[in-house]
């Protein structure tokens, strides 16, 4: 669950808003207890911070001019999407998947355009600090995430060609009874059972 408001408790998040209402983000911010996010933090000691890819934190930090870069607000599209319902449930210990069943597609070489838009964010933004190196006068840190990655084996045919699938061993698979509740979730969660 993304931060119902802003981290100075000042500002309900426009994407918490849209998928639960003005008075609802404001109890969650009141239940939540959380006035300070790893942004703030780095900012009050001086980094220059850029957040690319997947934040998932809310906090209307994607609305933040300088965070241009930053996906995912958290809220998973709210109560009334699959994807959110089944997400938040999962504190309630209601297991559903949130994801599609994992297939690879040998055939397509780009799997999750996303992500390559993402990895090469980062590159260019690190990039333009080394190339600028000399005239920074402060510290920097560049947050990259990459939205998708797993389930490990959807992948393409480019890094599919480079593994010897007959060296490879399949684990056995144990009995789902035996699963600890996390690999449960997980399983679960993410489709594969």
Request: hydrophobic content about 35%; charged content about 20%.
């Amino acid at each position: 669950m993304g931060w119902g408001m802003t981290s100075d408790g000042k500002t309900v998040d426009n994407n918490c808003k849209r998928d639960y209402g003005n008075q609802t983000c404001q109890e969650f911010y009141q239940l939540q207890q959380i006035n300070y996010t790893l942004l703030d933090a780095m900012q009050d000691i001086g980094y220059d911070v850029h957040l690319i890819g997947k934040v998932d934190v809310g906090a209307n930090i994607l609305y933040i001019p300088e965070q241009k870069n930053a996906t995912a607000d958290g809220f998973h599209g709210g109560p009334d999407d699959y994807s959110g319902l089944a997400t938040f449930s999962r504190s309630a210990n209601i297991l559903k998947p949130t994801k599609a069943k994992p297939v690879a597609d040998e055939n397509d070489n780009n799997v999750h355009p996303e992500d390559w838009g993402i990895a090469s964010n980062c590159i260019d933004q690190i990039n333009k600090f080394g190339a600028n190196k000399d005239n920074q006068t402060k510290p920097w840190m560049v947050y990259c995430s990459i939205n998708i990655p797993h389930p490990a084996f959807q992948t393409n045919a480019t890094w599919l060609a480079g593994v010897n699938q007959a060296a490879v061993t399949l684990p056995i698979w144990p009995d789902e009874s035996t699963f600890h509740p996390a690999d449960e979730y997980q399983s679960i969660s993410k489709n594969v059972w």
